[in-house]
């Protein structure tokens, strides 16, 4: 399989969502960005990440939700390493809009979801509306979330059913209700 197989692989395996600096970053590998930046996002802006990323996905009874795996601060060293100087500026954008036009950090938690749901849906709508910048920059904080979660031992062996070495390969297997997708 080569990279381009993979990428496409992790394309449906995230419902063919990732934007194109997503899949750009998967691309590059494992070799810092030429537009590497360190310092760009504070503490603040990591804790408001980790915030969106926990209202994405929340903590449940047998998992622990993005915040308590750490995904600001992932998405702060992803942002900062291997994404653009635009993208990053996308990200900043989408955080203004939280912090600033919403007043996200001293709202109460149902205000939160429902600024983090409004958003998501304008965002997914057919017919959006929306500045492509804050769009775009919220596409990214998704998906490093879902990506940083699910990567994360946590997200694979709490929220996901994992398997270090698996034994023979049955390709169909039906799942009955309530039990956990393969990490």
Not at 33 to 60: H, Q
Not at 85 to 105: I, N
């Amino acid at each position: 399989m080569n990279r381009r197989e993979a990428m496409k692989g992790v394309g449906l395996l995230f419902g063919s969502a990732l934007s194109v600096s997503t899949l750009a970053v998967f691309q590059q590998g494992c070799t810092r960005s030429k537009n590497a930046v360190a310092g760009v996002f504070s503490d603040e802006d990591a804790g408001l990440m980790a915030e969106i990323g926990d209202i994405i996905i929340p903590e449940t009874s047998d998992s622990p939700g993005a915040k308590a795996v750490g995904i600001g601060t992932f998405m702060v060293k992803m942002l900062e390493d291997c994404y653009s100087q635009e993208d990053r500026e996308k990200v900043s954008e989408a955080l203004d809009y939280f912090e600033r036009k919403r007043d996200f950090s001293s709202s109460p938690a149902a205000e939160q979801v429902a600024a983090v749901s409004e958003l998501d849906s304008q965002v997914y709508a057919k017919e959006s509306k929306l500045d492509e910048s804050l769009s775009g920059g919220y596409k990214i904080i998704k998906e490093l979330t879902l990506f940083g979660y699910f990567s994360s031992e946590a997200g694979a062996t709490q929220a996901l059913r994992y398997e270090l070495v698996p034994g023979h390969y049955d390709g169909c297997v039906d799942l009955k209700p309530g039990d956990k997708a393969w990490a």
